[in-house]
Each structure stands twice: as C-alpha cells, then as structure tokens.
C-alpha cells in the first residue's frame, strides 16, 4: 500500500521530531510528502531523513528556514538521492512524466497516490491540466495525444519552456484537440496572439479571450490576464519617495517646442481622479488626449485639459477604458511596454537576455590592419595649404605659417566646418574629391549613442569597459531581462537613460525604476545604460575626462591622442542614497550650462589623484588609450564605409573611471574644436583661459592631421 502523507504541513515538525517520525521504516511506501511551513533549520537532518525516502514523487519543503539559509545545496542533494523525484517544492523536476502530469490533472492524491506499474493509461480520463508556475522547461514523452487523449483545456502559464523551440512547441500543441489553452504572451509561443491562432486554428479561448473576439480585433497581444503593477515602497521609505515611484503608473506626457527652442520639452502630468481611475484594455472603448487653451495665443497664457470621448459605443453600466499604449502595436515592442503597468511574464524576457547575452559571447574583433605613416599633404612647391572654415576660434587660433585661411571654398585644399559635407554642401560650394574635409563618412556610428553602442557590440560582443547597453527602441526586451535577472540575484539596478543624439544631459534620467525606464521612451528614442554606481571619486567627487582624439585614417585605423585632457568635476560630495539621484550637481560632471563650473589642468590633477588613491596614472592612462583604441578599431571593422582618404577628423571622447580604476566608456561625441558643439565648450578648451593655453592646439591640430607632424600628440 501507497502512502501519500499530506498531514504534515505547517504543523510545527522541527529537526528532531522529523528524525522520530522514521518516515523511510513507517512509511516504506511513501510516495509524496508535505513539510511545508515548518520548523526545520539543519540541512543535514533533512537530507539525512528525505533522501531515504526513495519512492518519493513529490516531496514540498517550502517556507522552512534552512532552505532559505542553503537550499541550493539542498535541492542538488535531494535531487541526486531521489533520482524518481518528479515535484520538487511545486516546481517540476528534470524527471517528471505520468505521475507529476496525473497530480497536476487530479487523478493522483492522497486518496490515489498512484503506482505507474499498475495505473498505466491513468491519463487518459483528463480534461483539464493545469501546469502553471511548475518550471517546466521541456515536455515529457508522457504529454502526447496518447497518453492524454481527452485533454482539452490547457494551462502552461509561468514556464519557461525554453529547451524546446517554438516550432516543435506549436506542432506538439497541434496534435491535441485543444479548446482553450491558457499561455504567457509573451512567451513560449512567440508575442503575437494572431499566430498562435493561425497555428492551433480548433482554439475557441486564448487567455480567456475568445479566438473569434482575437481574430476580429486583430489583437496582438493579450493583456486581460496580466495582474496590475501596484506600487511598491519599503516601510521606512519617505512619502515623497513613495509618491515619486507611484507616479509613473498614471503619468502621462506631451511634448511642447516652439520656433526658439530646437529641443522639445517633455511635460508629464497626472489626470484627475475620474482620468487617472481609468483602467487599460487592448479594446478600449475611449481615448484621452491634452489639450491646451491658449487665451491669447501665448504658451505664457495656456490652460491645460485633458479630454476624453468614446470611440466606442457605450452602455450603461458599461466600464470606461483607455488603451495605455494607444496607436503602439507589437512593430514598437507593446508585450514589453505594458511591463510598465503590469506582471508581464518574467520567463520570457529572462531568456531574451539570455539569448542576447549568447549572441554577444560569439563575437570579437579582428585583428587591426598595421597602421601607415600618413604624409604631408603639402605640395613640393612649398605653397601653403589654404583653408575655408566658418567656425570663428579657427579663424583666430590656426596662425600656422603652412595654413592660409580663405573666404572661398572652391579654393582651398582644407575644409574645416561646422556643417555636415552632405552632396548638397558639395554642391553649394563646388567642392570635389580633391577636397579635405573634417568628417568622416558614417561617424555617425560613433557620435551617435544607440549607433555607438551597437558598433562596439558587434565588433567585439561586451568588452569589458562598455556598461551593459541597450537601445530602448529595439532591446527593450532584452533590458527587461537583463533587469529581472539583476533584481533575482540582488544586484544594483540603476541604468541611466540618455537620449540618442543629444547633448548637455537633456532628457538624462537617472532612476532604479523599472516603471520609469519604460515611460521613459514616450519623450524621444534613447539608450539604456548601466549606471556606474561604484565610479572612482576624486575628494569625495564623481568626475569624468574629456580626450581629444585626431584622425588621420580609418583604412588602416590610424589615430592620435592629445597629451592633454580635459577634467570635468562634479560639484557635490558622490552618494546613491535614492533622493540624490535628481540632483544634477552630485550625479553630472558638465557644468558647463549649470551650476558651478570647475577645471583642473591634467600635471595637477595627476598628481593629486595619484597621491589621493596610491595609484600610477601612467598604468590607467595605458588602459585608457588601449579603449579608445578598440573603440576606433571596431568603427573601422564593422564600418568599412568609415574610409575616405580625403577625410580627417577630431573627436571628443569621454571617459569614467570605476572604483577599481578601470577605465569606462561615456561616449564620443563631435570635438567642440570642430565647432559642431556647443560655444561654450569651444570656449572652455581653447582661448583665454582655455585649458590648452600654451600647447598652441589649434596649430598642433592642423600639424598632426595635415603635415604628418606629432607635437603634443600620442599616437595610439
């Protein structure tokens, strides 16, 4: 005879009553055993009694503190003792098939333990199986038409499902004569409702959903099961930081620009009581929208509204909704956004991360090509080379006898401009390709931050100097995961969130909340970046270093780096409590629009740190050229179109340093010398003042880019 033993649950069973029970000499037979909830502290007592319990099925020992002190080992053990363990702590084992499938249906329990030897066939009289949150990974030979002839209602919510792919998963599914299956979307099945249904066309309910309601609605994605995101707060957490986490599940956003602004400004707002009650749904049937008033014609003079109308008709009684992600299908990432506001699936983001962390670990960057000396470009007749800029600190500070500045561009033999040489700049100024210019074709991919991130990808996987990067256009699913899997093993999950293409911080974010991150897409496409919580500080202070970096080729790569650097400084004490995350002072180092702004020369601040933090610099500064080597490399690898012999260039690249002393990529950004930058930056390196007084830049620039000359220069 079979025992099943469910009467041990939550009943106060400590570690030496569990050895009186003598289960394995009581109980030769037991085949499930339920000690959830008890008192049990030492993992040898456990393993000691359970494992010689070896007809074991299931065996539930959550909710006891020595699995919270060492269950890992404690699971590996007991699962190599029971090897027939199907149940393990209500999740399924690697062994599970026909008993744990019968437990699940209702035909195994403790008035029919079961005994696979005599019950063959015992699947057969199930209708209903419900497999939801059991951690199962792949489907056991027993789940087959066969063995489940009558099965017509299936739920596989909560599972991974990820040793056996969606084809395989699909055509299985297909061979049961299913009515309603219960899914993750997304999930196991893909992220597209309509698909699913096209697969398994005999469907009536999908996720309660009727298969004809889908089909008619074209429904994508299927959100009536998922469970609101309520907000979330520690007890000893403040109320304007619990308001602040709670907002972003009823913020909503607009944008305003006017013909003096070139960056629109993003306005979040909270509705009313009657707005902010209204819940989502896929079939909304209103839709909300702001609404400004202008009395005179003036933004001074605006009033805000929000409006609300049907679009639906509507009954009495009927519930009013909005959908949340109106005019965003599943082509803008939806399943992933309505993590915003919901329980989306974990599973399935984690193993988007996962394959995405796969595809990066194949990848590396091939070897360089060995650089050329590139020659002066100056003709034998000893001519000065002519040059037409329109950029004001060029005309006062390239006093080089070799360079002549002219007022046309049809005569010179350089051009330096702060616009993009584009055919129709060509054109205008009839410039050919005997022209040099200061650009390269498709920088873009390193000035441009999501372009940025993804050469440095796909050049070289996740080298260890570029922070975790996503972009939220496109990778929101992978970010997703990637956070998920951060939050399960404790680990810190600040990102900062940058804007593609913009520069001065606007629209920076810098926030631990997942809520806000996706929000956060509904102002402009941006990166997300891992947050560099731990940064190397200097008296206290987190800084950052601006390097300019000269071209001369990228076929082969051949680039330069400037003796001096540029050390920016913020200018409060570094902390991470949660309230300083929005001040600009502690968490920014360019002052240069705000606040106070602080320069060191590099021989100074070298010394310092070095005294400060018992460091060779000369070590971190090998570390820093070595990265800004491989950044340039991996443009040229992954963009050959980067080549133009008639091209050079000077870019800025900015540089962290984390606590360890390891050298951190920001980004690269278009060099303010350039004058495709901000004024104020142009005049914080060059000029009175400017932190290259006395190393004659611009001259050196030109030298160094034009004459083949490498005064004040390193080549890397």
């Excluded at 308001?243 to 629109?264: F, H, P, Q, S």
């Excluded at 984690?350 to 060995?370: D, G, M, T, V, W």
């Amino acid at each position: 005879m079979l025992q099943f033993g469910w009467s041990w649950r939550r009943l106060g069973i400590d570690d030496e009553m569990l050895k009186s029970l003598e289960l394995s000499t009581k109980f030769p037979n037991l085949v499930a055993l339920n000690l959830w909830g008890n008192k049990l502290e030492d993992a040898e007592t456990i393993i000691q009694e359970v494992t010689k319990c070896r007809r074991l099925k299931a065996i539930w020992l959550n909710d006891n503190r020595a699995l919270r002190d060492c269950g890992d080992r404690i699971s590996k053990l007991i699962l190599d003792g029971i090897p027939g363990l199907e149940i393990y702590n209500s999740c399924f084992t690697s062994n599970f098939g026909e008993w744990a499938l019968g437990f699940c249906g209702s035909i195994f329990g403790a008035d029919n333990p079961g005994c696979l030897s005599e019950c063959s066939g015992s699947l057969a009289s199930i209708t209903t199986l419900d497999l939801s949150n059991r951690c199962v990974r792949c489907l056991p030979k027993a789940f087959s038409p066969i063995m489940l002839p009558s099965l017509s209602h299936l739920n596989i919510r909560g599972n991974q499902l990820d040793q056996i792919s969606v084809d395989d998963l699909l055509q299985l599914l297909k061979s049961f004569t299913l009515q309603t299956l219960e899914v993750d979307i997304p999930g196991p099945l893909g992220n597209n409702a309509l698909q699913i249904l096209e697969y398994l066309p005999n469907l009536s309910f999908l996720n309660g959903i009727s298969a004809s309601v889908i089909t008619e609605t074209g429904k994508h994605v299927i959100d009536s099961a998922l469970q609101p995101r309520l907000p979330e707060w520690a007890p000893s957490e403040p109320l304007p930081d619990r308001v602040i986490g709670a907002m972003w599940l009823y913020l909503m956003t607009y944008r305003l620009a006017d013909e003096e602004k070139i960056d629109e400004t993003p306005v979040w707002y909270v509705m009313d009581e009657l707005g902010s009650a209204l819940r989502h749904s896929d079939d909304a049937n209103f839709r909300v929208a702001p609404f400004l008033f202008m009395p005179d014609g003036k933004l001074a003079s605006a009033v805000s509204f929000s409006v609300l109308w049907p679009i639906q008709d509507v009954h009495h009684g009927e519930e009013c909704t909005r959908d949340f992600l109106f005019g965003i299908g599943e082509d803008k990432q939806r399943s992933a956004r309505l993590t915003a506001w919901f329980h989306t699936p974990e599973n399935y983001f984690i193993q988007e991360f996962k394959k995405y962390q796969q595809q990066l670990a194949s990848r590396s960057l091939p070897a360089p090509k060995e650089a050329l000396i590139t020659r002066s470009i100056l003709q034998h007749d000893g001519h000065s080379l002519q040059v037409y800029t329109d950029i004001p600190h060029v005309e006062e500070f390239l006093t080089h006898p070799k360079f002549v500045l002219t007022t046309n561009p049809k005569d010179a033999d350089i051009i330096w401009t702060s616009m993009q040489v584009d055919p129709e700049v060509k054109k205008a100024f009839e410039l050919t390709d005997l022209h040099y210019t200061n650009q390269f074709p498709f920088e873009a991919c390193l000035v441009m931050k999501h372009h940025l991130a993804e050469t440095i990808l796909k050049a070289q996987g996740r080298p260890e100097w570029l922070q975790p990067t996503y972009n939220l256009e496109t990778q929101l699913s992978q970010l997703i995961g990637d956070y998920f899997v951060r939050k399960q093993d404790a680990l810190n999950n600040l990102w900062i969130l940058k804007p593609w293409n913009m520069a001065r911080t606007i629209d920076t974010t810098v926030t631990e909340d997942l809520s806000a991150i996706i929000r956060l897409m509904e102002t402009g496409p941006k990166i997300c970046q891992k947050y560099i919580e731990h940064p190397a500080l200097f008296k206290g202070r987190k800084f950052d270093l601006r390097y300019i970096v000269l071209v001369r080729s990228m076929d082969p790569v051949q680039i330069f780096l400037f003796d001096v650097f540029w050390v920016r400084l913020a200018n409060n004490p570094y902390t991470l409590e949660k309230s300083s995350l929005f001040e600009y002072e502690t968490h920014f180092t360019v002052m240069n629009y705000r606040g106070r702004l602080n320069h060191m020369n590099t021989p100074e601040f070298v010394r310092e740190f070095e005294e400060e933090h018992q460091v060779n610099w000369q070590t971190i500064h090998q570390g820093i050229q070595d990265m800004i080597r491989s950044v340039f490399d991996s443009a040229a690898a992954v963009h050959p179109e980067m080549h133009n012999p008639q091209s050079r260039a000077m870019y800025g690249v900015d540089v962290m340093l984390d606590h360890l002393f390891k050298p951190k990529l920001l980004e690269v950004t278009y060099c303010p010398d350039c004058g495709r930058a901000c004024k104020y930056d142009t005049e914080a390196i060059v000029g009175n003042g400017g932190i290259f007084r006395g190393c004659d830049f611009f001259n050196t620039v030109f030298e160094c880019l034009f004459l083949g000359k490498t005064a004040h220069v390193t080549p890397l």
